[in-house]
């Protein structure tokens, strides 16, 4: 066999060991959130704060509607239509929402609308980012008043002292520990298993509730009551956003491979496992997770689904930092410190400012809800909302950029929205239970980004009308002779050959120009990423003007040194241990005649005033920073 024949020979056993390293790691990261759903979702079902009578019917309907549940929401809504729908490799709701704006040439009243909607189901993400981590960790510790209730006065110390290490030790990153986030998670989901399969074998017959019958007749016979119990069901299903989400880590096959694979089969064993375990001992329906397991296995049993747990909100936790750092980009937040934990994995990042504040908000809600049960009841509202604005913005991307029929799209979405509708229906008497706390939390979330977004654009039309065009200050140079002395001079500016007000204020006061001038603007485009070859365009202006223009995706961070690196690969060489940055310090004037409440004006001023600093943020020496004051009213 020749040497090429060898190398394509291995480029298969290469390709499958890539698969399964990425499904590994996707288990660990993308699938923690929903394969910890079985501490307490049966259980709310039965015991609850809506708990229904453990009768067989009630157990078959229950678990009916979970099994199709999971089938309708997960497997075909998100990974066979959804999934669909990535922009250019990324998902989540931001991804649908660029795609909106990418691909709509007008900006109509519509249009806005459901790009506003978009950006609420991303705010409504940082809710379940602080529920989550704390009705996890909280559900696998309660396991101590299994073993003894002597044990039950520990559970909030233990809870509060693990969720703060957690935050704490963010800072950190997750690279040397995210290593084992995939093995932990794999013996997590086999250990359900094989739990599952020790009661079934009791029951075989609790497959019988794999017909949507049951479910169906369990709705009619059970009235509104059994409808409500709909809210806890659909907690079996809480965390199917983040496939969605995480997709640009891992790709769409692992995530599928693992979840038809491993998850689905493991949830539904687990699942009907407890079930079966109800069928002969209703009144294990206080814990039925913890009741499945032996006696002599709880300590281990709860050490292992306490680090379950720690992963999973693990891995809400670094969802929040991407959603964050991706609407710093898009314009929707303030610049924030952003802090890579890993010079190898680009997507580990650690935002202080979200920690510290995700932080106080999860121990918060441990202290107030006393109990997971309780924090179930605040569970759910946010998460449905968001799946309910994916769907419809799928339905939109996919008439509007696939050109697919009404019918081609129309039925399968029809599906999603009555599942959608009606789990946001029985969801919704929980509001008065502890579910207002992540919705307040999603509109705080959107005032604050819609004020920062229209407070930048004022501004920005202001600061449109203080620049002038490079041909105006092409000819003011010639006509004042404005000296020239050597170097190199770098402002950054918004828009184009537009001259920034900062150079025009330079040559005012000091009557001199850097004999190179670079002015620099940040282009971001509606994807993830842009290769380094495309990401940067160098016009020579003429008289020593230079136009570099970076484009950026709203995963990345910005930085001048890397694009300077990058601008001499292409011939113009810009010392930066040299240069001299100017940078435009904006000072704002509250004036109630403009467009903005003041209450909104005063908000935005605020935003302004605690913004991470450019230079920091660009990652500008800061030694080579000069700062020209600038008067902007809002």
Request: aromatic share 12%.
């Amino acid at each position: 066999m020749s040497e090429i024949e060898k190398s394509n020979s291995n480029k298969p056993v290469i390709q499958k060991n890539s698969l399964r390293m990425l499904a590994l790691a996707a288990l660990g990261v993308v699938f923690g959130d929903i394969g910890t759903s079985p501490l307490y979702a049966i259980r709310e079902c039965f015991h609850g704060e809506y708990g229904i009578p453990v009768t067989p019917e009630n157990i078959y309907g229950v678990l009916s509607l979970m099994f199709w549940a999971l089938i309708i929401i997960v497997s075909v809504k998100y990974l066979a239509y959804i999934f669909q729908a990535d922009n250019r490799g990324e998902g989540g709701v931001i991804a649908l929402t660029a795609q909106l704006k990418k691909h709509s040439p007008s900006v109509s009243k519509g249009r806005l609308f459901l790009i506003g909607m978009g950006i609420f189901g991303a705010c409504l993400l940082y809710g379940d980012g602080m529920i989550t981590p704390a009705i996890s960790v909280l559900s696998a510790v309660e396991g101590l008043k299994v073993v003894t209730l002597e044990f039950e006065k520990f559970v909030i110390p233990i809870t509060l002292l693990i969720l703060a290490v957690l935050f704490l030790l963010q800072k950190r990153g997750t690279a040397k520990i995210g290593a084992l986030f995939g093995p932990i998670i794999l013996i997590w989901f086999l250990t359900l298993a094989v739990l599952g399969i020790r009661e079934i074998i009791s029951h075989p017959m609790i497959f019988k509730a794999l017909s949507p019958t049951y479910g169906i007749s369990f709705l009619i016979q059970s009235g509104l009551h059994g409808f409500t119990v709909l809210g806890a069901v659909f907690l079996v299903v809480t965390g199917a956003e983040a496939l969605y989400a995480d997709l640009g880590h891992f790709g769409k096959k692992p995530i599928r491979l693992v979840w038809f694979g491993l998850v689905l089969p493991a949830l539904v064993i687990n699942y009907f496992g407890q079930g079966a375990l109800l069928l002969s001992n209703p009144a294990e329906a206080y814990h039925p997770f913890y009741a499945m397991v032996p006696s002599w296995a709880l300590i281990p049993m709860l050490i292992l689904a306490t680090c379950a747990t720690i992963i999973a909100s693990q891995a809400v936790i670094t969802g929040v930092f991407s959603l964050t750092r991706q609407a710093i980009q898009m314009g929707y937040l303030p610049r924030l410190k952003i802090v890579h934990t890993s010079s190898r994995h680009f997507g580990q990042i650690y935002i202080p400012t979200i920690n510290w504040l995700m932080m106080i908000a999860t121990l918060i809600l441990v202290l107030g809800f006393q109990s997971s049960s309780k924090l179930a009841a605040a569970y759910g509202v946010a998460v449905t909302t968001t799946m309910l604005i994916a769907t419809i913005l799928f339905y939109v991307i996919a008439r509007e950029r696939w050109s697919w029929g009404f019918f081609k799209v129309g039925i399968p979405v029809l599906l999603f929205l009555i599942a959608d509708i009606a789990f946001l229906s029985a969801n919704l008497n929980k509001i008065f239970h502890g579910a207002w706390f992540p919705l307040v939390l999603g509109a705080v979330a959107m005032i604050i980004m819609s004020t920062w977004q229209q407070g930048r654009k004022y501004l920005s039309e202001q600061l449109s009308k203080m620049v002038m065009p490079y041909e105006t200050m092409r000819d003011k140079i010639a006509e004042e002779k404005i000296q020239r002395v050597k170097g190199h001079a770098i402002f950054l500016t918004g828009r184009p050959k537009n001259i920034p007000v900062a150079l025009t204020h330079n040559i005012e006061h000091f009557k001199t120009l850097h004999s190179n001038i670079i002015l620099l603007n940040f282009s971001l485009l509606e994807i993830p990423r842009v290769p380094n070859m495309e990401k940067l365009k160098i016009d020579e202006l003429g008289s020593g003007f230079y136009q570099v223009t970076a484009y950026y995706g709203y995963m990345e961070s910005p930085s001048v040194p890397k694009l300077l690196a990058l601008a001499k690969g292409q011939g113009l060489d810009i010392p930066i241990e040299t240069s001299s940055f100017f940078l435009g310090r904006e000072k704002l004037i509250v004036d109630g005649g403009h467009r903005m409440y003041r209450w909104r004006a005063h908000l935005f001023s605020f935003l302004s005033r605690n913004a991470y600093d450019a230079s920091a943020f660009f990652e500008i020496p800061e030694d080579r920073v000069i700062e020209v004051g600038i008067r902007l009213t809002v």
